[in-house]
T-cell receptor, first 113, second 110 residues
Framework: DTAVSQTPKYLVTQMGNDKSIKCEQN?????MYWYKQDSKKFLKIMFS???????INETVPNRFSPKSPDKAHLNLHINSLELGDSAVYFC????????????FGSGTRLTVV | GQQVMQIPQYQHVQEGEDFTTYCNSS?????IQWYKQRPGGHPVFLIQ?????EVKKQKRLTFQFGEAKKNSSLHITATQTTDVGTYFC??????????FGRGTSLIVHP
């Protein structure tokens, strides 16, 4: 039973395209996140959703838009993809005071060509 | 957001040697978490430290939180090849969302 699952695992696409990455968690957690990990492994938070409300939105381009149809899902939609968007995108979830930390999905490696 | 410095960036060790990674903040932290990411994998939560001077152990791993709650360390005794990966600290100050350090990549030579 995968706790946090995201699809697809790999995504290769051309500049200018629009793409979505899906994430689902079956842990009953109340908060979900999207992180971007660049080639130097730096993990940067992009979005956080709590009870379907956006509670933090770091300075990411507005080409990125999170969509949460319910507490168990947080999808990431990207418009007009650029070369610099190439990275690994991780979905994560957590509960309450983070006593048990984040649970990360396995990641989506996005390559823009 | 919270600024956290993690050193070293890379560490090569011979199998059996010890390893330590450090996280430092200029401000007092409310808590700090540690994660391990295997090559090609995703970060996996190891532990959270909350109390000043706290020390926790998990088998060969020892985690410390400084008395001033501004620094933390992860020490691995007698490294094994299975310890290979990148170790991240994630520090929380006043913000709800932790800030990740840049990670320390551990390379273990057999």
């Amino acid at each position: 039973d995968t706790a946090v699952s995201q699809t697809p695992k790999y995504l290769v696409t051309q500049m200018g395209n629009d793409k979505s990455i899906k994430c689902e968690q079956n842990l009953g957690h109340d908060t979900m996140y999207w992180y971007k990990q660049d080639s130097k492994k730096f993990l940067k938070i992009m979005f956080s959703y709590n009870n379907k409300e956006l509670i933090i939105n770091e300075t990411v381009p507005n080409r990125f838009s999170p969509k949460s149809p319910d507490k168990a899902h947080l999808n990431l939609h990207i418009n007009s993809l650029e070369l610099g968007d190439s990275a690994v995108y991780f979905c994560a979830s957590s509960q309450g005071t983070l006593k048990n930390g984040y649970t990360f999905g396995s990641g989506t490696r996005l390559t823009v060509v | 957001g919270q600024q956290v410095m993690q050193i070293p960036q890379y560490q090569h060790v011979q199998e059996g040697e010890d390893f330590t990674t450090y996280c430092n903040s200029s401000t007092t932290l409310s808590n700090i978490q540690w994660y391990k990411q295997r090559p090609g994998g995703h970060p996996v939560f190891l532990i959270q430290l909350v109390k000043s001077g706290e020390v926790k152990k998990q088998k060969r791993l020892t985690f410390q939180f400084g008395e001033a709650k501004k620094n933390s360390s992860l020490h691995i005794t007698a490294t094994q090849t299975t310890d290979v990966g990148t170790y991240f600290c994630a520090a929380s100050g006043g913000s709800y969302i932790p800030t990740f350090g840049r990670g320390t990549s551990l390379i273990v030579h057999p």
